[in-house]
């Protein structure tokens, strides 16, 4: 800011003879320091070698469909035109997380759903996400939100 200082005043001292796309950029500058120095925004990292818009589109209906069943990853793959090893590597690259965990995280937020409702038993909320069991529910609800899924149910419904 001590840098765009002078530039600021002479900018408004001169109003009439700067070009209007110079003024834009000094306060364009000046906003852009505030928000990162005071406002904690940050750019976001660029990825490279990721899915095409509609790759990942169909990827993720593809795996959202078969939550309750295992999906083949070579089917994804396939329908998406690429290889294997490629569409694992470019769906990471797209979404910042493998296609299996992210596939977990959706059954955990289809459970979290489910959990509102206190009458449907645990077990079978476990079935109709995909887990294996109970205790496979269990766990990689509580690895992905910190909590139990009984604990979770007793404060959403409060």
């Known amino acids: ?12 001292h ?9 003024k834009e950029h000094v306060v364009l500058a000046a906003a852009t320091h505030v928000a990162a120095t005071y406002g904690g925004m940050r750019r976001e ?3 490279h070698g990721g899915l095409a818009p509609w790759q990942a589109r ?6 959202e469909a078969n939550l309750t069943k ?13 290889s294997l090893s490629h569409f694992s590597r470019a769906f990471k690259a797209s979404t910042g997380h493998t296609p299996h965990s992210w ?3 959706c059954r955990v937020e289809r459970a979290r759903e489910l959990l509102r409702s206190p009458t449907i038993p645990f077990a079978e909320i476990a079935i109709a996400c995909g ?3 109970q205790s496979h529910f269990t766990r990689t609800f509580k690895r992905a939100t910190g909590s139990t899924p009984g604990h979770w149910r007793r404060i959403s419904l409060c």
Request: hydrophobic content about 50%; glycine content about 4%; proline content about 4%.
């Open 131 to 133: 887990f294996a069991d």
């Open 14 to 22: 001169a109003s009439g003879t700067l070009a209007s796309s110079f």
């Open 103 to 105: 596939l977990q995280r």
């Open 70 to 82: 295992e999906v083949s990853l070579l089917d994804i793959a396939e329908s998406c035109g690429l």
């Open 1 to 12: 800011m001590r840098c765009l200082q002078p530039l600021l005043l002479d900018m408004l």
């Open 45 to 47: 990292p660029v990825r």
């Open 58 to 63: 169909r990827a993720k209906e593809m795996l």
